[in-house]
């Protein structure tokens, strides 16, 4: 082994192994509960997974609604989606918004926020400092 792999070695064995996997434990979506009610689709937690996710409701709500290809209101805490409509459907839209609006691509730490300058959006990550443009929802 010569001096340059050792150097290596020791940087690896510097970075904790498991930052990225205490992140990701911290930050834990519940899954979504749903029930169809009639013709409408009640998304009963959803009060709990935007504080989960610190986004505005009526953000995830607009991107929901907008990829089931639907009209969607809150009302307290739930979300209200005209049609039928199953939780593993919404999961995966979650898992999506997640994906493009939450976790920092760079670091993919959920530690973001969105912030609007001149008319563009950024997603800027308190974790690592990156800024990436992302596309209004
Ligand atoms: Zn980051």
Redesign the pocket.
């Known amino acids: 082994m010569d001096d340059y792999d050792k150097l290596l070695e020791r940087a690896r064995t510097q970075v904790p192994e498991d930052a990225f996997k205490r992140s990701g434990e911290r930050f834990k979506v519940p899954d979504v509960q749903l029930m169809v009610q009639g013709n409408r689709s009640l998304w009963q937690n959803f009060q709990d997974i935007i504080n989960v996710l610190n986004r505005p409701g009526r953000e995830v709500l607009k991107f929901v609604s907008g990829q089931l290809g639907t009209a969607g209101t809150m009302e307290g805490g739930t979300a209200i989606f005209n049609g039928k409509f199953t939780a593993e459907l919404v999961d995966d839209l979650v898992a999506r918004y997640i994906e493009s609006y939450v976790t ?1 691509p ?2 993919t ?1 959920p530690d ?1 926020e969105i912030k609007k300058e001149s008319g563009a959006y950024y997603l800027i ?1 308190s ?4 800024r990436t443009a992302i596309r209004p929802v």
């Open positions: 920092c760079v670091c730490r973001t990550c974790a690592c400092g990156a």
